[in-house]
């Protein structure tokens, strides 16, 4: 029974990366640095692999690549409020540097797009006036980090009752069981 919830989050996920304004695009990320305060923020979903490896991309300068060099663990949090449902993943970020990966990513992002990965200033940096951003013009910070998830928890909020799965990866198969909502 709970294969069945399994599918249907596991093709949410996929439709957040192929449907146009799925609420699965979004998604919130949680890192915990050496500082031990969880620091949250929105990133878009890129690809969601057969194994379910999550692909997200980032400046490298930011400050969830200096989390994930002190800690690879993290939160991702998924909502849908159409179907009421909320899918929390945990799992272990790798960034990709290899160059063949990179271009290929790098190829699909859109033109103007790319700036987000190409400011003079690495992202939080304080800045005077917004509109006075520079940009570099043959280099870039772009990264790519894919997360391996190892547990991951379903909650479908619905009429009678609740819905509440925690599948966790064990070896070579996910292992689940129903939890109280």
């Known amino acids: 029974m709970t294969q069945n919830y399994f599918k249907e989050l596991s093709e949410e996920l996929k439709k957040g990366v192929s449907q ?10 949680a ?3 050496l500082d031990q305060v969880a620091r949250l923020r929105t990133v878009i979903l890129r690809k969601v692999s057969d194994k379910l490896q999550l692909t997200f991309y980032t400046d490298s300068r930011s400050k969830k690549m200096i989390h994930l060099q002190e800690n690879k663990k993290v939160g991702l949090l998924f ?3 159409k ?4 899918i929390r993943i945990e799992g272990l970020a790798k960034v990709v540097n290899d160059r063949e990966t990179k271009e290929k990513y790098w190829d699909g992002v859109k033109k103007n ?4 990965y190409m400011s003079t200033s690495a992202p939080g940096t304080a800045l005077t006036n917004p509109n006075q951003l520079e940009y570099l013009d043959d280099e870039d910070h772009f ?3 894919e997360v391996t998830p190892f547990k991951i928890e379903y909650l479908k909020l619905k009429s009678p009752n609740h819905i509440r799965v925690r599948f966790s990866w064990e070896v070579d198969f996910w292992e ?3 939890l109280v909502p």
Do not use: W
């Open 20 to 29: 146009k304004g799925h609420a699965f695009r979004n998604f919130t990320l």
């Open 31 to 33: 890192t915990v640095g």
């Open 79 to 81: 909502y849908n409020p």
């Open 83 to 86: 179907n009421m449902m909320q």
């Open 113 to 116: 797009s790319r700036k987000d």
């Open 143 to 145: 990264c790519i980090v």
């Open 176 to 178: 689940s069981e129903y």
